[in-house]
């Protein structure tokens, strides 16, 4: 992984492991973590961020059960592929994405009605 750089707010109430979750779901969402991208070891990155490699394993953890990242001995960690054309929303998945976005919208600074609005908005313009 050599392009965006994750962060981690120590003093943030969400979890560290789950601001490593949070980012890491977005690039790979949004393409700029492409499918076979290699990810650090959970040392390496746990190294980079100042943080106990047991928080990084539990970040790679919840991403291989959403099926977003897999690891495979001797091979890595890698981005994996996401499938292709329209799907039926799967509920986890759903929630994963909004969680994802209640995170990064809260360290913006937004209030939940805030945070809301601007998702019945987004909906809204997408007809």
């Known amino acids: ?39 650090p070891t959970v040392r390496q990155l746990a190294a980079d961020l100042g943080l106990s490699p047991g928080t990084v394993a539990r970040a790679y953890r919840e991403l291989e059960a959403a099926e977003l990242i897999r690891t495979r001995r001797g091979a890595g960690t890698r981005v994996a592929a996401l499938p292709v054309g329209p799907t039926r929303a799967d509920p986890a998945r759903l929630a994963a994405l909004a969680r994802d976005f209640a995170v990064q919208a809260r360290a ?14 987004a909906l809204d313009d997408r007809d």
């Open 1 to 39: 992984m050599t392009g965006p750089t994750l962060r981690v707010d120590t003093t943030s109430p969400v979890p560290p492991y789950e601001q490593i979750r949070a980012q890491l779901a977005t690039l790979i969402g949004t393409g700029r973590l492409a499918t076979g991208e290699r990810l």
């Open 108 to 121: 913006l600074g937004g209030a939940p009605e805030e945070i809301l609005d601007a998702v019945r908005e």
